[in-house]
């Protein structure tokens, strides 16, 4: 352990717990304040994992122009790896820390906050008191230290609170209705892509009562951005926008499309959806031989739509769906 990690250990010891018990009882990849910041923060608490409750930490600091909330954990219920926005009840505004892409914007409490994940961490901030400013929320976080990212490389299957337990957030949602596996743990007879580009295939859902097949693949150098695709019968049609057009939507705003794709001797009709900001989300949908596919790609660095072209041709014409 390095002169750092064995400062914060000392530090963390003065408020009843050290980095290693912390570690121990969480099921994620923590960002810990740096030495500077430590000397800012107060009523650090930690949740940790039980068979009825989900890990979390919590903890406040000062800033020059306010005080913040720093709350962290899995966000592993209700599509996976995919909102950047887990907080906010507006459409953000984007920003990049270290390639991933987070949003700064407005609470459920009405308070400034942002959004960011690393791996499998998803980080909360939100201002508790004062006025700090958006590039003051931002160069905290990018001072965060990550810790025991080795974590993050597992699979959700492995890692996830839910999937494990069994046990949705609000009762069952897309997570718990399927069984959640290791791709290298189940016989998919080769149906399915290791990869998709740059994104590695992470977890498979098989469905409990239904022959849902959920896909999960992570992008391989970040392990944040992420592409949940359902391929699941027709009794679980979503529903989808009610327009067409630019601005759909009050959490997000979306510019929703309508594609018209040949196959064989006819055209598949796909809703396309890209969020309205810089570095967008990605959503797709459409029904193919009794099947309703849909897809959900989490905002990126990266031009997502090559992905969604990859996507659609390996469902059409490889995948047995």
Sequence with gaps: MDIKLKLINFKFANVGMSLDEIVEHINFSPLLPNDKQMQNIYNFSLRPETKDDRSSIYF????????????????????????ADTNLVKQGNPFIINNRVGFVGIDYKNNKALSYSVGLTTVEISVFEGDATDDELIEYLAKLMVINL???QKSFATVSYTARYDQGKWGEDEVTRVKWFKPGTINLDNTFSETLLDYK???VGIGKETNEVQLLYRQKENLTDGCWISIAPHTFEQ???????????????????????????????????????????????????????????????????????????KILFSWLV
Aim: a positive charge.
């Design 239 to 313: 529903d989808l926008p009610k327009a067409l057009g630019r601005n759909i939507g009050t959490r997000q705003k979306w510019r929703f499309r309508l594609l018209r794709i040949p196959y064989e001797n006819r055209k598949i009709e796909v809703y396309y959806g890209v969020q309205e900001t810089k570095n967008p989300a990605r959503w797709f949908w459409f029904s193919f031989d009794n099947k309703i596919i849909q897809c959900h790609i989490r905002s990126s660095v990266n031009e997502s739509s090559s992905l969604v072209r990859e996507i659609l041709i």
């Design 60 to 83: 406040y600091a000062k800033l020059q122009n306010g005080i913040i909330r720093v709350k962290q954990f899995f966000y592993d219920w209700a599509l996976p790896f995919i909102y």
């Design 150 to 152: 080795d974590l993050s």
């Design 201 to 203: 295939l992470d977890s």
